[in-house]
C-alpha cells in the first residue's frame, strides 16, 4: 500500500509560481512511476506531468510545457512540481499520483493505481 500526500498548494496571482510536493511512504519509490494530475470546476481529471523512476523520462501536458518542472528525490520520497508564470487557466486541485506496475510513464490517469487527496491551487487575474 502507498500513500501519497500532496503540499504547496495556495493562492497566487498570475505570472507568480508555486511549488507542490508530494510525499509517498513505500520502500521501493523509486521504482514507481509518478504524475500530477489536476481537475479545475466542472472539468475531467487532466494530466499534467509524469516522471519514470529514475527521473530520465519526463513528459508534460503541452498547456504547462516550458512552465511547469516535474522532478523527485528518490532518497526522501518525494515528487515536484515547480510551476512558473502561472495563469488563471491553471486553477484547480492537483493530484499527485504513483503507478507501482510499469516502467513507461503513462499520461492517462488509468495507469496510476494511487492517489493523493489533493491540493488547491488558485491562480488570480
Known amino acids: 500500500q502507498v500513500q501519497l500526500v500532496e503540499s504547496g498548494g495556495g493562492l497566487v496571482q498570475a505570472g507568480g509560481s508555486l511549488r507542490l510536493s508530494c510525499a509517498a511512504s513505500?520502500?521501493?519509490?523509486?521504482?514507481?512511476?509518478m504524475g500530477w494530475f489536476r481537475q479545475a470546476p466542472g472539468k475531467g481529471r487532466e494530466f499534467v506531468a509524469t516522471?519514470?523512476?529514475?527521473?530520465?523520462?519526463?513528459y508534460y501536458a503541452d498547456s504547462v510545457k516550458g512552465r511547469f518542472t516535474i522532478s523527485r528525490d528518490n532518497a526522501k520520497n518525494t515528487v515536484l512540481l515547480q510551476m512558473n508564470s502561472l495563469k488563471p487557466e491553471d486553477t484547480a486541485v492537483y493530484y499527485c499520483?504513483?503507478?507501482?506496475?510499469?516502467?513507461?510513464?503513462?499520461?492517462?490517469?488509468?495507469?496510476?493505481?494511487?492517489w493523493g487527496q489533493g491540493t488547491q491551487v488558485t491562480v488570480s487575474s
Open positions: 499520483a504513483a503507478d507501482s506496475t510499469r516502467l513507461v510513464p503513462s499520461t492517462t490517469q488509468y495507469g496510476y493505481d494511487y
Open positions: 513505500g520502500r521501493t519509490f523509486s521504482s514507481y512511476v
Open positions: 516522471i519514470s523512476g529514475n527521473g530520465v523520462v519526463r
